[in-house]
């Protein structure tokens, strides 16, 4: 018995452990209460292993007799079958909905409502993993009445009830606007952001996770969230000490922000850009991409959003991440944000141009062991900054390494401004720019020779020659 507990999964015998479950069954029902609760939390052990013990739980016929008993048990059995119907349903979806029709629910419910902390973090934490899968487990979980009394179980005063209480309402909310209303309609943002400052890392995780979960979904949830005077508060938690703080409140803050200008525009009065743009310089891998994502999302709103950015410094950090980063999503996110900072006005695209950027996106892009997605993003960042791009000592190294299809957008910048600017006329003859322009192998009639040809007519034909 305790050997099966302790042995890693890899090495047991799939068919001597269902002999085991079949086995422990009747121990469910043993007069001695202990071994009830023993019995109970050996099934909750074996089943969190892996998928195929908890399908072999489910089987066994075991979860009607756990939750017959679940009304009628003391809070140690109610709290060893609660874990027994978590490890089951965590798995997957199929396995989580044979929970469900076996009216697992509204006892879960009805323990929510136990005295006992543990009881009620204990049935928290399963309906959590039921809810966890898809929207309609999710609904099932609010169709059982979960919602009010998890909102009331984030009040009380233990902090892991009110970990797993915030953890529940995060999985319940995240998959639909709908979820999302019924635990706002619960009261339950006014309570979330009240822990925001909680000193507790693990319950300011979970807080700030069910906000996003609530935002993300539509304006009006979003401004809900934003009228409990979350900020300038949640802007504290991307100084915290906890990697995962800092992460979920650059999400909050990211969800909030992509919906809006004007939503956007109060993040940056209250002085959220230039706070995410310091998160971004302190830390390092996956806590920085939710704030890469969210000052994109802020720069692509409009011209003076994105003029924000430029101004709180937001450019050289995101070009850091361009270089530092390993992983390419992350790479691919700061190339979207930088394309749409730059891709507003002149003034927007020098201001990227200046930090070196082009080279850095430019070489990602060429680079064979970047990611489909990740030269996708590169090359559109590229497009957008050099359409608008007037700055012409930050495009001329480019033209020596760029391939035709990006090479296009660069000839093309130089052949609006070229016919307009006699010193940079100057400057391309004596750098070499028009030197490499004739070298470009362009296709007769293709708008790169069209832009070439519009250069070369800007100089006398010996010159040119």
Partial sequence: FQVCIVTPPQRMEFHILSCVISLLRPLLLDVIPTI?????????????????????????????QLVCSLSEQNRFYKKAAAFVLRAVGKHSPQLAQAIVQC???EMLVICLEDFDPGVKEAASWALGYIARHNSELSQAVVDAGAVPLL?????????????????????????SPELAQTVVDAGAIAHLAQMILNPDAKLKRQVLSALSQIAKHSVDL????????????????????????KKNGATLIREIAKHTPELSQFIVNAGGVAAVIDCIGSCRGTVRLPGIMMLGYVAAHSENLSMAVIVSKGVSPLCACLIEEHEDHIKAAAAWALGQVGRHTPAHARAVAVANVLPTLLAIYMDTRSSEDLQMKTK????NILQKCTYLPALEPLLHDAPPNILKHIVGQFSKMLPHDSKARRLFVTTGGLKKVQEIKAEPGSLLQEYINTINNCYPEEVVR
Wanted: proline share 4%.
């Fill in 151 to 175: 909102v009331l179980c984030i009040q009380e005063p233990e902090i892991a009830l009110k970990r797993i209480a915030a953890s529940t309402l995060s999985d319940i909310s995240k998959h």
């Fill in 36 to 64: 009830q609760q023993t019995a109970a939390l050996a099934l909750g052990r074996l089943a969190n292993y892996n998928g195929d013990l908890a399908e072999a739980v489910v089987k066994g016929d075991i979860l009607p």
């Fill in 103 to 105: 009216g697992a629910l």
């Fill in 222 to 245: 979003a401004e809900l969230v934003v009228e409990a005077e979350i900020f300038p508060v949640v802007l504290t938690c991307l100084k915290d000490s906890d990697e995962y703080v």
């Fill in 380 to 383: 559109k960042a590229l497009k």
